[in-house]
């Protein structure tokens, strides 16, 4: 069974490219357009891998990632940050909050897609 | 769902974006929520610049990086949004929509009006930023930065590394990767995407007593012995997202030692520092670089300053060998770059258009001064003259417009040197002088193909085999020289060695089983040399990829001689052989020699006019076309224009004898009169008079008559071969008065 993968941005046009890259490479794919739709999502599915961007409304990365680590089934579930910010401490917010991975945006799909592949394969 | 699609929304929303922006922007003086309004015209940025990434804009990018830094600053506070930064928001905004519409396929193309406006745009963002002129959005990084755990731990010996075709890679896993949702064994399946896992050792030595492990925990290490073709930082990059979490050390396999050095001596940027060179040819990652330079700068902040390149040899990250050959690269660089600043690129084109002009008036310009002499006005040959001196300035420049230094052509041949002496195993350096001399770019280009076999023989055929050469009692290592000068208005280019020479014995035997010379023809050791370059002859015993099937030689001197030059060679058999190619400086526009004879005017370029003497009853004269003069005690064949083009008897009162120099062959002509200097415009004979011996070009005058210019070398050698023998003769009888 293909591994699923959630993809939370509030940018529509990124969720797609995003998508099609991965689906494309084999993955599932779910998408949340912030940090409280991507919560509500997460519930009653098996998901390896989340990337996430930082600033979003309604709820952004950092705080979306300290609820994560909350719940028990994705207590370890890899997630990467996609992030602008070359601020330090944003970083290290990601860092406390349970996220030890990140990319700077912009990227080109294959981009995500290599690292993305390091940690779970399809 | 499609790119297409994607890119529909990408374009939908961005639009979308920036008319939020602009409506946060014209009502901040009067919301509720100042922060949020900041945050969300910052988010609109922020997210126009990711999806912009996505789909390659890189133009966007930038630009919307440096309004999303301004933001930025302006969210965490540095200052306000006052009256003037929203005007200027507001016109980063319209400046984006714009950008989003001239978007065609993957870039943007911006009307160039509307550059200057982004450039404004750019000065007052960078203004609020006061930091310099940098785009560091173009770098799109996964990042997991700081070095504060980084250490780069010997593990192994490096020594055993070395010996192995393989790399080794040794990784050990922090006790947090589990816990961080890092699957060490994922990363292990994503390397042998990369090549093959040949061997795996766990190492186990971490793991505590049952009693005591923590099952979230991990301990555990390996040592990979790894074939790949990837390069370093390929594989690096595998294993990045435990980079802090875990003790990373990559050997390379000895085999890349070379291919490091190799990759070194062939990168162009000339402009790169010692590190990144070495980044460059995968010897370092960009990672390690930087680690470096962090501790280079911790180090000199403690009072000593450590070179990178010492540390990367200290601590193992790399040979000597290669650090050297960087170092040497980044010497080469400095240098180019200095000679970079002060030069043009041209489209060759527009030159040879130009020389082609200036050509055409030279000849008008020669026209225009027969003429004023004729009218006899002073005033008007005054400056007629003027003018013509002033034509004569701007050939010269233009002609040096296409002069280039053949330096550039030498140093290819480092690589070939030692790349066909590594395979045919001889040690042979090359020796380049004469570097900075300078020739016509048109023969440059033509001249490197032949210089290329010339060199290719030299080290397949000239430099023995290390063992004879240490029974000739030589140095091991062979010696290959190229060397270029200017002599008399030609350029001589050299190649030699100190090689086995030709064995003249052998070469006349070949030519005479060949047919090329008949069996009682005596030669001289120069016409022996010369036969080498005849069509069909090699001597080599074993015919070598590397050159010896007789294609060659004859191949060369054609090439050459469709140069307008010559080549020669010396040599001595066991020492060493030299190579002569003697061209003329440019093919398009010379100083020239005019002489008549009769109605006809010939031309020979000025340079290799020695002097002119008056030929008087007193020198002996036979006149069937040919005989020779005594010249202050030197024995001077000449020759009767006249009589050799065939024309019917001159009645000049007087003759005179143009002496002519090329090489070290001398040779006079006679004619009736002595015209003087003339700019020359070389012209093509045309296919029919192509090989006419004796004739290389024409050249019209400012009369609108056809002056021939003549081909000095092969009259000279003409003269040389009829009367060779009668010319040593004399040379005897000169040398006992």
Redesign the interface.
Known sequence: MAKTIMIV??????R?????ALIGAGYDVIEGCDGKDALSKLQGQKISLIVS?V???NMDGITMVQEIKKLPAYK????IM?T?????DK?AAGQAA?A??????????E?LL??V?????P | MNMEQAFQTFLAESTELLQDMENKLLGFDNCDDPAESVNSIFRAVHTIKGSAGLFGLDDIVAFTHVVESVLDEVRSGSFVLDEPLINLLLQCKDYIGKMVDSIDGEAVLMAPEDLPVQAALEDALFAYLNTEHSTSAATALVGIDDADNYQSVSVIESDSAMANENWHISVYFGADVLRNGMDPLSFLRYLATLGDIVHIETVTDDLPGIEDMDAESCYLGYEINFHSSASKSQIEDVFEFVREDCQLKILPPYAKVSDFIEIIDNIQNDELKLGEILVRCGTLTQRELDNLLQMQNAVKEGGTHRLIGEIVVEDGLASSEVVTAALHRQAQGKKAKEKQAQTVRVDAEKLDHLINLIGELVIASAGIESETHLAGIASLVESAQTMTRLVEEVRESALNLRMVQIGETFNRFQRVVRDVSKELGKDIDLQIDGADTELDKTVIEKISDPLMHLVRNSIDHGIESPALRSQRNKPATGNVKLNAYHESGTIVIEVSDDGGGLNREKILQKARANGLVSAEAELSAHDINQLIFEAGFSTAEAVSNISGRGVGMDVVRRNIEALRGTVEIDSEYTVGTTIRIRLPLTLAIIDGFMMKVGDAFYVVPLDIVEECIELNANHSVGHDGRSYINLRGEVLPFIRLGDYFCQSGSNAKRENIVVIKYGSLKAGFVVDELMGEFQTVIKPLGPLFERVPGISGSTILGSGEVALILDASSLIHLVMQRDGKAISAAAQQSALH
């Open positions: 941005d509030d940018s529509a046009s990124l797609q490219v995003v998508s099609i961007d600033n979003m409304p370890f579930t890899p997630i996609l602008t910010e070359s601020a330090d970083k349970g030890k991975a990140w990319m700077v945006k912009p990227f080109k799909p981009q290599m690292a592949s390091k940690l779970v394969q």
